[in-house]
């Protein structure tokens, strides 16, 4: 049992250059959310799934997209990267109902100069 | 306007003392609280919760103290271990379930 996994862990990236983060999780977990820690600031929810088709904006979407073709997987896309996207995305999953419980993959570093 | 506050970015405790970390929140539909830690280089991890129809929730060495009137919630470990030290977030949703809003998160360090 893996739990949640997320490629790459690091990443740099030119202005303009577009990514996609991956994450995956193997718990059968309805909800995914990715969120985005930046320096001495806690996790700000980019976007979030509570199921396969089905995705919502969180407090900070722009310049993000999500899709969720299969309950494993997440993928986050930047089209066309920014400074300020520097920062630490995690990913998350957890069961509907039980969201306190979320487990968090171990974050991809992304770097965009 | 930052709904969740954890106003102290830091915190240094002694080995085998108390650690008590704050946070306050704003919004008053706010009912479950959470506490996550995060070590360096890892994802946060679920530590401790509380809903507002308590006031205390004990878990071994982690107790969590909610004062809804106040809007105000702690966190206390006790004995604090080097283990311990670690990023904590208070975080806070508006029912079980629900999507959660983040504190900055407070850097303990416990030394030996």
């Known amino acids: 049992n893996a739990g949640v996994t997320q490629t790459p862990k690091f990443q740099v990236l030119k202005t303009g250059q577009s990514m996609t983060l991956q994450c995956a999780q193997d718990?059968?977990?309805?909800?995914m959310s990715w969120y985005r820690q930046d320096p001495g600031m806690g996790l700000r929810l980019i976007h979030y799934?509570?199921?396969?088709?089905?995705?919502d904006q969180g407090e900070v979407p722009n310049g993000y997209n999500v899709s969720r073709s299969t309950t494993e997987d997440f993928p986050l896309r930047l089209l066309s990267a920014a400074p300020s996207q520097t920062s630490v995305y995690f990913c998350?999953?957890?069961?509907?109902?039980?969201?306190?419980?979320?487990?968090f993959g171990p974050g991809t570093r992304l770097l965009v100069l | 306007d930052q709904q969740v506050k954890q106003n102290s970015p830091s915190l240094s405790v002694q080995e085998g003392r108390i650690s008590i970390l704050n946070c306050d929140y704003t919004n008053s539909m706010f009912d479950y609280f959470l506490w996550y830690k995060k070590y360096p280089a890892e994802g946060p991890t679920f530590l401790i919760s509380?809903?507002?129809?308590?006031d205390k929730n004990e878990d071994g060495r982690f107790t969590v103290f909610l004062n809804k009137s106040a809007k105000h919630l702690s966190l206390h470990i006790v004995p604090s271990q080097p283990g311990d030290s670690a990023v904590y977030f208070c975080a806070a949703s508006e029912r079980v379930g629900s999507k959660s809003t983040f504190g900055d998160g407070t850097t303990l360090t416990v030394k030996p």
């Open positions: 799934s509570v199921g396969a088709g089905i995705t």
């Open positions: 718990m059968n977990h309805e909800y």
């Open positions: 509380i809903s507002s129809i308590k």
């Open positions: 998350a999953s957890g069961r509907l109902g039980n969201l306190e419980t979320q487990y």
